[in-house]
């Protein structure tokens, strides 16, 4: 890799989107991911929408096009905007495939996984099971976030993922922490348990989450710890490992939604209480009505 000051920013960048990751879902978006990292490099006026998804394959493909990564970009803006038919998935599958092997470029290589992962498809897992094994620890990254993204029900061999809960990157324990509980792998749930009591905060939390998707009454006391958080003062400096005000924020309401999702309701005397007491009028209202729908 580079040692230019745009590729040294790159693992950073996924790693600090990830600190915030809890929105709406129990998995980071791809999206938040690809523009948060393409806003760091700088390479809006890079792109161009005149392209064919077939045009930025053979970009990829190419051995004289400079800008692989950003191709590999734009195709997985293109297959989120479902501008691709689901008839050249197989097409569009083998030739990121082939791409993605003959890449020495991680930037590269991680954006084509993460094109495959938007295309949602089991045709990708072969490739995205080779990409746990990648050398680099972003293009591995974006192949848990883009197993998060496949339908439920796939047929995968998660033990790699599994063992990424021992990880000594915190990033990747988070991350493999919450795309096994998205898809619910039961032999995950024990190793998810022990993160509750991980050194990293972001990783106790995220395990926390992941947990109410098993219905885990071990995470119990550290969820109503994430909905009785305090925000600090509104001019404060917060410096991390501490939580800013819209990080808690994020956290509680993945916390709502997620028990919202999962239809569990041994939080609703700290539902109401969020409801009732919590400074954010957002994150109250959400309570008030995550409230109402478990009572049903």
């Known amino acids: 890799m580079s040692t230019g000051s745009t590729d040294s920013k790159a693992p950073q960048t996924q790693k600090k989107i990830l600190e915030n990751p809890f929105v709406g879902s129990l998995v980071v978006p791809i999206a938040i991911v690809l523009v948060g990292a393409l806003i ?8 161009s ?5 077939k045009d930025l394959v053979n970009e990829i493909q190419s051995k004289t096009f400079g800008n692989k990564w950003v191709a590999a970009y734009e195709l997985s803006k293109q297959i989120n905007s479902a501008q691709i038919p689901a008839e050249d998935y197989p097409w569009l ?4 495939t082939v791409a993605y092997k003959d ?41 848990v976030v883009a197993l998060a993204n496949m339908p439920k029900g796939i047929s995968f061999d998660w033990t790699k993922v599994t063992a990424m809960l021992k990880s000594e990157l915190p990033i990747l ?19 998810i348990r ?19 998707a098993y219905k885990d009454e071990m995470a119990k006391e550290h969820l109503e710890e994430i909905l009785k958080l305090p925000y600090p003062p509104k001019d404060a ?6 939580l800013d005000v819209k990080q808690i ?17 041994i939080l609703n005397n700290t539902i109401l209480e969020t409801a009732e007491k919590d400074e954010n009028i957002s994150i109250a209202t959400k309570a008030k009505e995550v409230l109402n729908l478990l009572k049903k």
Request: avoid cysteine.
């Open 249 to 265: 924020s994020d956290l509680k309401l993945s916390v709502l939604i997620t028990l919202q999702k999962y239809n569990w309701n």
């Open 194 to 212: 022990v993160l509750l009591r991980d050194e990293s905060l972001v990783v106790r939390y995220a395990a926390a989450t992941a947990l109410i």
């Open 173 to 191: 324990r988070q991350a493999a922490t919450l795309a096994l509980a998205t898809h619910q792998v039961p032999e995950a749930q024990e190793g």
């Open 237 to 242: 400096r917060v410096l991390p490992p501490a």
């Open 49 to 53: 929408a005149e392209r064919s998804y």
């Open 103 to 143: 890449s020495v470029d991680p930037r590269t290589r991680g954006f084509i996984i993460a094109a495959l992962g938007a295309l949602s498809t089991d045709l990708a897992l072969p490739t995205l099971q080779i990409a746990l094994d990648d050398v680099d620890t972003d293009v591995k990254f974006h192949a």
């Open 93 to 96: 599958v083998e030739n990121l």
């Open 40 to 47: 760091i490099f700088g390479v809006t006026k890079m792109l």
